[in-house]
């Protein structure tokens, strides 16, 4: 989802709860881990993104009640995926 020059990857929800995922995805080769991709600077980016999208949407849904920004970490090597996932990754 685009917010202006923000972006969101994925956007759900379940129940009262609105969940952010941030999908990074990494080659068996890669230095960095898809996780550890998340810096300070993206988290800063997810945030303000978040709390853009709460304003301009998510505030007026009465049925949701908070926002939770999780990550999905994607590795492919040869012919295995491997996918971790966790939940409240990015902070307030």
């Given at each position: 989802?685009?917010?202006?020059?923000?972006?969101?990857?994925?956007?759900?929800?379940?129940?009262?709860?609105?969940?952010?995922v941030e999908v990074r995805t990494r080659g068996s080769?890669?230095?960095?881990?898809?996780?550890?991709?998340?810096?300070?600077?993206?988290?800063?980016?997810?945030?303000?993104?978040?709390?853009?999208?709460?304003?301009?949407?998510?505030?007026?849904?009465?049925?949701?009640?908070?926002?939770?920004?999780?990550?999905?970490?994607?590795?492919?090597?040869?012919?295995?995926?491997?996918?971790?996932?966790?939940?409240?990754?990015?902070?307030?």
């Amino acid at each position: 989802m685009r917010l202006g020059a923000l972006e969101l990857d994925v956007v759900a929800r379940r129940g009262a709860l609105a969940v952010i995922v941030e999908v990074r995805t990494r080659g068996s080769g890669s230095l960095q881990g898809a996780l550890a991709s998340i810096d300070g600077k993206k988290r800063m980016r997810l945030r303000r993104a978040t709390e853009r999208l709460w304003r301009s949407k998510l505030a007026a849904v009465e049925e949701i009640e908070r926002v939770r920004i999780d990550a999905a970490a994607v590795t492919f090597s040869g012919d295995l995926t491997r996918v971790e996932y966790v939940e409240g990754a990015v902070g307030p």
